[in-house]
């Protein structure tokens, strides 16, 4: 025959001994706590993804625009993409070697 069970009081949400149903209590409590905030002021991972997606869609709608390309015009643009490519990291490294400048950094090699 089935047992039939008995509400537990609330602040004993675990099943461990006497001793640690204030810290039980406490962690339900905390969670519960943090679950409303979530609700407030969001997620950081979902904010991080509302951060990221104007570059997600940038970088599907370059993707779209390449594959209805055909073998010979992505041949004949990829010296104009390599170009662009080597100008935007050469951008990046002046920055750099400015920065390490400013720091006083040596230049080794």
């Given at each position: 025959m089935a047992?039939?069970?008995t509400p537990q009081k609330p602040y004993k949400i675990c099943n461990l001994n006497q001793q640690l149903?204030?810290?039980c209590w406490f962690k339900k409590l905390n969670a519960m706590i943090g679950g409303i905030l979530?609700?407030?002021f969001g997620?950081?991972?979902q904010?991080?993804?509302k951060e990221l997606q104007p570059f997600v869609e940038a970088a599907n709608l370059e993707h779209a625009k390449l594959g209805e390309l055909s073998n010979d015009e992505l041949r004949a643009i990829t010296p104009?993409?390599?170009a662009k490519i080597t100008a935007g990291l050469k951008?990046?490294?002046?920055?750099i070697s400015e920065l390490k400048k400013k720091l006083g950094y040596s230049q080794l090699g």
């Open positions: 047992q039939l069970l149903g204030y810290f979530k609700k407030l997620d950081k991972g904010k991080d993804l104009i993409l390599k951008e990046i490294d002046d920055k």
